[in-house]
């Protein structure tokens, strides 16, 4: 099967990395580190994607986007990626809530957040995951008050990522306890800075501001807030949540540091073990196969097969994540753990490490994702 991503692709990538070479520091890892002039990076960076039309590149021109193909977003994804993500925290807003709020948002919705995403201004957390409810997110137990025109909320959020960063957070509550579960649910659009907000961050291998919790405490909301309709919030997540899958390419990770390896090994690589090399054609090919399916899954996204296409995607891709990252360990032996300017690649192998571990629960549990597909193939009901 064959995918083309079109005539100037190549021209895209290259471009992409004139960009990154030019504006990204040499030994960058992303931007939740110690670092605060990471953070600051990544947000100079997004301005200029934006200025150039790149940063929503696949958006419709009227909402601030470049009113490029969704086979030149794919491009950009996966140079982001290969290259530690420069835009940091902003794939969200670009991959799954500018595009939710186009397809559910009212006009009114659209002209305040489109714009603003696109132009790289403001950054969104999902205040989804609860501590009783993570890959079962029809169970959570948030509670959406009913006061006078609008809702009181309050609950608990769990592993939220970017919230000490975030200006805004599309937030899950339930409306209806009574309901039948994909009726129990409505989404909000909610500034952070509103009264009843708390964040506290999760200490975590990940680094500082990836990992938070979030209480509320009657949270004030109104019908200007909600996204789509009240009650109509599960069906929207499981749309939103599959463009989010889609957009994380991880598979470009992976590939550029199992080549970037390997040159740097430079003799070396043929005095690793035969085993060993085995391994990293094995990891290489999977890694194809993760790209194929990422393909398959952008060329159905406005098909109501989407969903398992999207789950098929994220099982290939994080399962890799963990392959090739147990390989550069195996590679490199004690001195993967090393970080720095003197570490292999700068420490890049050590911070993937790290990272893949919790690949195959973030964004849903590699168990639901087998699920949703195997739903799809055998029906609702076998």
């Known amino acids: 099967m064959d995918y083309d991503l079109g005539a100037d692709a190549a021209g895209l990538r290259h471009r992409l990395r004139d960009l990154i070479s030019a504006q990204i520091p040499e030994g960058f890892l992303g931007a939740c580190t110690d670092d605060p002039r990471d953070l600051a990076t990544t947000q100079a960076f997004c301005k200029l994607l934006a200025a150039e039309g790149l940063l929503a590149l696949a958006w419709p021109k009227e909402h601030g986007g470049g009113g490029g ?25 670009v991959n799954w809530v500018g595009p939710a709020v186009m397809r559910y948002g009212t006009p009114e919705q659209q002209d305040k957040h ?20 993570g890959s079962d997110l029809a169970s959570l137990r948030t509670r959406a008050v009913p006061d006078g025109d609008g809702w009181r909320i309050t609950g608990q959020k769990i592993w939220t990522s970017y919230a000490q960063m975030a200006s805004w957070c599309v937030l899950a509550a339930c409306t209806d ?3 039948p579960k994909p009726k129990r649910l409505t989404l909000f659009l909610v500034p952070m800075d509103r009264p009843g907000f708390t964040v506290r961050p999760i200490a975590s291998m990940l680094g500082p501001h ?4 979030m209480f509320l405490d009657e949270v004030p909301v109104s019908r200007a807030d909600v996204l ?3 009650g109509d919030g599960w069906r929207v997540m499981r749309e939103a949540l599959a463009f989010e899958r889609v957009g994380i390419a991880r598979y470009a990770r992976c590939e550029s540091l199992l080549h970037r390896l390997r040159t740097a090994l430079g003799d070396d690589w043929e005095r690793l073990a035969e085993s060993l090399r085995t391994r990293w054609v094995r990891a290489l090919v999977d890694l194809r196969v993760a790209r194929l399916l990422a393909y398959r899954a952008v060329s159905l996204l406005d098909d109501p097969a989407a969903g398992a296409a999207a789950s098929a995607a994220r099982i290939a891709a994080t399962t890799c994540d963990q392959q090739v990252a147990e390989l550069l360990f195996d590679v490199l032996g004690p001195t993967a753990l090393d970080a720095g300017p003197t570490a292999a690649l700068r420490g890049a192998i050590e911070d993937h490490w790290r990272y893949a571990q919790a690949a195959t629960v973030a964004s849903g549990t590699i168990e639901v994702q087998r699920m949703l597909v195997a739903r799809d193939v055998l ?3 076998r």
């Open 379 to 381: 029906g609702e009901h």
């Open 228 to 230: 789509g309709e009240v």
């Open 114 to 133: 489109l714009s603003a995403i696109a132009a790289g201004e403001v950054i969104w957390c999902q205040g989804f995951s609860e501590p009783e409810a």
């Open 210 to 213: 990836h990992l938070n919790e």
């Open 69 to 93: 193909s969704v086979w030149q977003q794919t491009v950009l994804r996966e140079e982001m990626w290969a290259h530690h993500e420069p835009r940091g925290a902003q794939y969200m807003g």
């Open 177 to 179: 306890p009574q309901a």
